[in-house]
Structure formats: C-alpha cells, structure tokens
C-alpha cells in the first residue's frame, strides 16, 4: 500500500523501497524517484525552483494529484502517473504493463513505468523509464546529432557526447509540453511509435522536469526560466568572425587581419587556434612562435578586432602543470588502464572540469598568461570530452563517467564564466564544442564539431542548429564550409563555400572555419625536443578567387547593417530566452505546414531564411507561411502567406523574406 503526504508544494509518494516526489518547479513540475534511503539533493541542469508558487496538492484514499500553474500530475491507485494541461487533455502518462486489467491493457508482462535495478554490489542503479506514445506527435530539441532530422519522432538517440554531438536532453512536444530528462548519465533516448523509453546506464535517481504550454515558444521560456538565460551577447559577437587551422605564427596572423583591413573589410574576432603553446596543458603562449603576444593583442585592438585563443582540457604528461594538478587529484580519474586519455601530439590527460579547485586552478594560468594581456575570449575545445567514448573506463569528481559524463562541458564553459565574471567581464562569452541543458547561462556559444565538407552535411547542420534552438541554446554556430574536406580550388568545394557563407550570415555567429586540404607541407619541426604543428592551408575570404570574394565580401557587409537587429534578437535571448534561428513551428505554431520544415527557419520574428541546399541549384521551393505577407528582400516582390513559392537564387543571392514589411527587409538591402 502506498503512502502520499504532502511538504510544502511536493506531493511525495512512498511505496516498498521506492520514495518519488512530484513537485512545482517554476511553471511546471519536477518527478524524482529512487530506492536509495534518502532523495539524492543534485539539481544537475536546473537551477533553485521559484519558492513562490503554490501548488493544489489532493490526496484520496489511493489517488493523489498536484497542480501547478496549468499543469496537473495526477496518480492512478496503482501509482502510475498520468499529466494533463489546464483543458485536462493528456500530455503524457506513463507505460506500464503488469496486471491484467479489462479497464486498461490486459497485457500482464510486467514491464514497471520506473524501473530502478540495482548493479549488483554496488550502490548505483540502471535505469528505464517508459512512457505511452501517441500517434502524430512531433518532438522537437534533443541537443545537436549529425541526422538530419529536425523531428525526432520515431529516432533513437544516444545520451552522450561525441566531437559533433552535444546531448540535450529536452524536448518540445507538439501536443503542448516540454519535456527534460535531468540526468547526465550515459543512457539512450527512444522515440518509437510503439513507446517512448529513456535509459540511463549508471544514476541513483530518476529525475525529470515536465512543462505544458500553449505553443513552442512559451515552452522554451518556460525552460529557460528552470535552466537559466543565456547572458547579453557582447558587441564583438555580432559581427564577422576568422578562423582557419591554424595560424603558425604571430605575424602570420597579423597578416590576416591587417589585408582584411586594408581591403575594408570588418572584423570582430580572429583565431589563434590550438598548437600555439609549449605542451598540451601549459596554457600559455610560446613565445618562439608569439614572441610578443601582448603586441599583437594590442594591435589587433587597434584595428577593432578582439583575438580569441583555444584552450583545450588536455595535459601533457611533460607539461609544467601536470605533476601539481595530478598531485592535487585534480586530473581525470581512471578506474582501469593507464592514465592516458589521447596520444595525439603528446601522452594527455584532461583535467576534471567536474572538480571546482581543478576549474580554479586553470582559470588563474589562463588569467595569467592570456586575460591579463587583453584577450576576453576563450575557444573551450574538446568539450565532450574527445576520446572518452570508453565511458566505463573513466571517473570524475563527481563519480564515475557512466553516471555524470553528460555534464562535464557545462562545468569546463563554468569554469571560465565564473573566473570571468570575477575578473569583472559582465557578459562572459565563449565557443564551446559541446554543452549539456543548462550550458546557455554560463556564455556557452556551441558549434557544431568537425563536421565534413559536403552539401549533406551542410544540410545536417541547419537541422542541427535548429534544434539546439529548441533545446534552449541561443547561442550557436558552424564551420563555415565545413572542417574536414574543403579544397580550395575545386569549384563544387567554392559552390558550397559560398552557401554556407550565406546561412553563416544569418546564423548567431558568423564565423569562417575549417581544415583546407591538401595541407600545407608538414615539415618536421621540434622546438626544445616538442614536436610543432604545422600551419593550416589559406582560408581567408580573398583565398578562393575574385569573384567569390565579391560574394562574400557583400554578405560581411549585409551583417553589419544587420546589427541594430541581431542585437534585438541577442537581447530577447538574454530576457525572455528565445533562440535567435527558429525552426518555422516556433513562429507559426498553427501552421501545420511548419512543423516538418528542415530546411527554411527564422532568425529572429521578422526574417524567414531558405539557404541553397543543393550543388549548384539556382532556385528553391519556398514555403510561405500563412498569417502573414511576405516580401522577398532580393527583389520586393511581395506575396500572401499560405503558399509555396520558386525563389531565384544565383550563386550570391540567398533567399530572404521580411514578414509584413519587417524594417529588416530594409537593413539587407542597405
């Protein structure tokens, strides 16, 4: 027989072994359970509930309910939970099959809705929880997975990171509520037509947060309320941004940024990408290749332009920092094998981000040898991190990997972001490889990884960007061009360059990136017996051709004068936490002909995006949604909404429409 009570606004059920809490969590509700003796007190992804709500708590004889705002938990007398929005319509219940019942399946196979099995001889548990599917339903967010899909109905994702992969797990239903699974264990999400089923290898509770809402956008809010804003997006990060693996040296990358100039061009950041250091873990300039890092940063000023470092997490055994920091316990921990997380370039273990003294310990070399010089800026790689994908090899801090890897690139990007906040930097921003829920309040700007130069993975990437949208990441980009791939002088790699540059303008961040082929010669070099990575090939606006240059010479351009309205999008993220791409339901919620489109969205309210998606296409369908007029900002044609359209598209015009005659049609125009 089961046991409710009620604690402030918790509805807590006590059934054998099981303890579960329902309870108001800013607008909706959040579901624990274990079997441990006591509710373990992590809050993972959400920050403090609201103290302020009140939520209508009933207990019968073997039913209970608890309603907060318009959502109502509701247990059966079996105690299996069912939730309803404020219409009482069913949002979601649980799955269960182990009785016999006329009234419900009449399938006994006893399969729990929560099922906690213990791993034998240790304290830690499995973990299913199941869930009823409904026909029709769409599922939006999810984090960032190189699919394809935008709607993960019907997908089956796995629950860790991988370079490319950034697992979030929350989700926007189109039946009215949002859904986050609050546990950074490994695990796997399933979304079948028959079930929808969440695993976790290794947790010692079952944690969940469930909001209902009347349309996408209320629900991203709402999760963002729960899981904090993103902060104000800084000036330099409206702009264009340079990037290339890598820049050699430091006159090398002066260069770069003096013939951008010269050919007045803006610039608000340019790279200094990774193998700028002595050793993996040193976390500073090497000053045979930099010998004055603080010139440079002082002239990059000058000219306007912010510098911007990578910082990777890994430490080489021969770095001056890895005996302190492995003496202090503050490296990654390994329960079997040796202590060696990567070989490339160097014997590397990353440090454990999960460790606060281990954050503390970085940030003071990184503020030493790089903030103190000027540079506000940091690029976090190898966020996931790379290379633990033997997750039960591994143990952090905050214990094993199996059960708290997820949240490992949320404390890297915390790390920083404290360390910042301090130094007095009011809107900390970073690029960040990876990010779990709850990555938007620490300055996390996510991109999407080593992604391939092709017109297919081109195409994942805007489905990739538009779910991190809808999984409560603002701030997001990609390598224009792709990373891996590229050749400059082969006109189907110019083709795609270009259309990639287009969307880059009309994404969050524009920032031109990637690894050109063939490489420039790999001349062995060894400085003080270290090996030296060689310098990426060119991969400058001026290195694929006039013409081309033109092309994006005008899309740079075209971003400045999008400024007043990229910084009005950047500050709605920041107040109300709305994504500044936004897939076509997000906007248009009644338009049913929104909720598939993969491959058109809006940045922001008032401009709707149909990038080039195929070699050499010169025009594209266009789905106009209904509600609005629309006016094509290339040529003014103006159109009703409602229908579908062929958009002109030559090699350097992207197809743009201004929703009822936006001011934005105007700043494209110039």
């Known amino acids: 027989m089961a046991v409710y009570r009620s604690e402030e606004n918790r509805l807590i059920r006590t059934s054998g072994t099981e303890i579960l809490w329902v309870e108001a969590w800013g607008a909706g509700l959040r579901v624990r359970a274990t079997r441990l003796s006591r509710m373990p007190e992590e809050d993972w992804a959400l920050l403090e509930k609201n103290t302020a709500v009140n939520a209508k708590i009933n207990i019968g004889e073997n039913e209970a309910s608890i309603t907060n705002g318009n959502i109502t938990a509701k247990f059966n007398n079996e105690g299996w939970l069912t939730f309803y929005n404020e219409k009482g319509d069913v949002l ?6 182990n009785r016999n019942d006329l009234m419900r399946y009449c399938v006994p196979l006893g399969l729990n809705a929560r099922d906690l099995k213990p791993v034998v001889g240790r304290s830690d548990y499995t973990l299913t929880a199941r869930f009823e599917a409904k026909e029709g339903e769409h599922i939006w967010g999810m984090g960032q997975y190189q699919d394809g899909l935008l709607d993960k109905k019907g997908a089956s994702l796995e629950l860790a990171h991988r370079n490319s992969q950034a697992t979030i797990p929350f989700y926007v239903s189109s039946l009215g509520y949002g859904f986050l699974w609050n546990n950074p264990a490994v695990g796997r999400a ?9 695993y976790a290898e290794c947790t010692d509770k079952m944690d969940y947060w469930i909001v209902a809402g009347n349309n996408p956008k209320e629900i991203v809010r709402a999760y963002t309320d729960v899981t904090g804003k993103t902060p104000m997006m800084p000036e330099y990060g409206l702009g264009f941004w340079q990037c290339k693996l890598r820049y050699r040296t430091q006159e090398e990358l002066l260069n770069v940024a003096r013939e951008h100039k010269r050919r007045g061009l803006p610039m608000d950041v340019i790279v200094c990408d990774f193998f700028h250091w002595p050793l993996q873990g040193d976390w500073k300039f090497d000053l045979v290749n930099f010998p004055d890092p603080q010139g440079m940063v002082r002239e990059l000023k000058e000219m306007g332009i912010e510098l911007m470092v990578s910082i990777w997490p890994t430490v080489d055994h021969r770095s001056e920092n890895f005996y302190p920091m492995a003496e202090q316990g503050l490296l990654l921990g390994f329960d079997r ?30 503020k030493e040898n790089y903030f103190n010089m000027g540079i506000k800026i940091f690029w976090l790689d190898e966020a996931e991190p790379e290379g633990i994908y033997d997750f039960d090899i591994y143990r952090y801090h905050l214990g094993p990997a199996q059960k708290v890897t997820a949240i490992y690139p949320n404390l890297y ?10 130094a007095g930097i009011e809107n900390p921003l970073n690029l960040v490889r990876c990010g779990w829920a709850g990555a938007q309040r620490y300055g996390a700007l996510l991109w999407s990884g080593d992604i391939y130069s092709n017109y297919r993975s081109f195409r994942e990437q805007i489905a990739a960007g538009l779910s991190m949208a809808m999984s409560g990441i603002p701030w997001w980009t990609s390598d224009i061009g792709g990373f891996f791939g590229g050749i400059p002088d082969d006109p189907d790699f110019q083709d795609l360059l270009i259309r990639w540059f287009q969307f880059g303008c009309f994404s969050p961040v524009f920032r031109l990136h990637g690894e050109r082929f063939p490489m420039k010669p790999r001349d062995v070099e060894y400085i003080n017996g270290i090996r030296q990575f060689t310098s990426g090939q060119d991969n400058e606006v001026w290195s694929y051709g006039e013409d081309n240059f033109e092309i994006m010479k005008k899309y740079i351009l075209m971003r400045e004068r999008l400024r ?6 950047m500050k709605t993220a920041h107040e109300k936490g709305d994504p500044v791409i936004r897939p076509m339901i997000y906007e248009f919620p009644r338009d049913k002909n ?5 491959d058109q969205y809006m940045f922001g309210s008032d401009l709707l995006v149909a990038p080039i998606v195929e070699l050499k296409a010169r025009e594209r369908n266009v789905y106009l949604p209904e509600g609005a007029n629309w006016t094509c900002c290339n040529t003014g044609t103006e159109y009703k909404g409602g229908q579908t359209i062929t958009a002109a598209a030559p090699i350097d015009v992207i197809p743009l429409f201004a929703k009822d005659g936006a001011a934005v049609g105007k700043q494209i125009k110039g």
């Open 92 to 97: 979601l219940e649980e799955y269960y099959r």
């Open 190 to 198: 399933v979304f079948a037509n028959n079930i929808t089923e969440w």
């Open 337 to 366: 094998g040796n202590n060696v997380n990567m070989t490339w370039m160097g014997d590397t273990v990353f440090y454990d981000a999960t460790h606060p003294e281990a954050q503390k310990y970085v940030w003071k070399k990184v």
């Open 413 to 422: 990007a915390k790390g920083f972001y404290d360390g910042m906040k301090e």
């Open 564 to 569: 007043p309205y990229i910084r009005d999008l």
């Open 594 to 598: 929104c909720s598939m489109l993969t």
